[in-house]
């Protein structure tokens, strides 16, 4: 596997349900984002973790919770979704997370419904 | 809030066309970033501007940045079918990446 992965690359789930994004980059980078994507609407910036360490939070509600067990995987736990929290969630990695010729490598993003 | 506007919001053109996106902000950035994302895919870097007034060229493609690092521009010259995608830019600040509402562009063979 090369570059940004990320699983599942679609899910389905009830409100009530609890599930799980996760993501994983091969290179060998040190930060780490998740961004939600709706139509409409600009990608928004959710969660940045620099060395496994989250360094903004976006004011994400607290049904989204993120985890970094370390730098090369990143999950984002999602429990009592609404059905607005339906988009395409974009898992994202950079060498650093500071700077201005940071570049952000993204994966396929995972399009999540919820019914 | 810090925004950034894209124009037009969707542009369908014939293959050979010429092109100008926009992305306008009322806050400065320290660089400004250009995506295209295809249907399916995460978004791609295409540049990234630092300077103001910076002029960047990649192939058909040439950026700028404004001279006060609030807006820049893409144009594409003589645009062709595997140029359709969205296109994003996107605000670089000390701790914060905004990103722009996008173009979504479709060209016709």
């Known amino acids: 596997e090369t570059g940004v992965t990320q699983t599942p690359r679609h899910l389905v789930m009830g409100m009530t349900n609890k599930k799980s994004l996760k993501c994983e980059q091969h290179?060998?980078?040190?930060?780490m984002y998740w961004y939600k994507q709706s139509a409409k609407k600009p990608l928004e910036l959710m969660f940045v973790?620099?060395?496994?360490?989250?360094?903004e939070n976006n004011s994400v509600p607290s049904r989204f919770s993120p985890e970094c067990p370390n730098s090369s995987h990143l999950f984002l736990h999602l429990h009592t979704l609404q059905p607005e929290d339906s988009a395409l969630y974009l898992c994202?990695?950079?060498?650093?997370?500071?700077?201005?010729?940071?570049?952000?490598?993204f994966g396929p993003g995972t399009r999540l419904t919820v019914l | 809030t810090q925004l950034l506007e894209q124009s037009p919001q969707f542009l369908s053109i014939q293959e050979g066309e010429n092109l100008t996106v926009y992305c306008n902000s009322s806050?400065?950035?320290?660089?400004l970033q250009w995506y295209r994302q295809e249907p399916g895919e995460g978004p791609v870097l295409l540049v990234t501007?630092?300077?103001?007034?910076e002029v960047k060229k990649l192939k058909r493609l040439t950026f700028q940045f404004g001279d006060a690092r609030k807006d820049s521009s893409l144009h594409i010259t003589a645009a062709q079918p595997g140029d359709t995608g969205l296109y994003l830019c996107?605000?670089?600040?000390?701790?914060?990446?905004?990103f722009g509402t996008g173009t979504r562009l479709k060209v016709l063979a």
């Open positions: 501007v630092v300077t103001g007034g």
């Open positions: 973790y620099s060395l496994e360490e989250r360094v």
């Open positions: 806050s400065v950035f320290s660089s």
């Open positions: 994202a990695s950079s060498q650093g997370w500071r700077g201005s010729y940071n570049e952000q490598f």
């Open positions: 290179l060998g980078h040190n930060a």
């Open positions: 996107a605000g670089v600040g000390t701790y914060k990446y905004i």
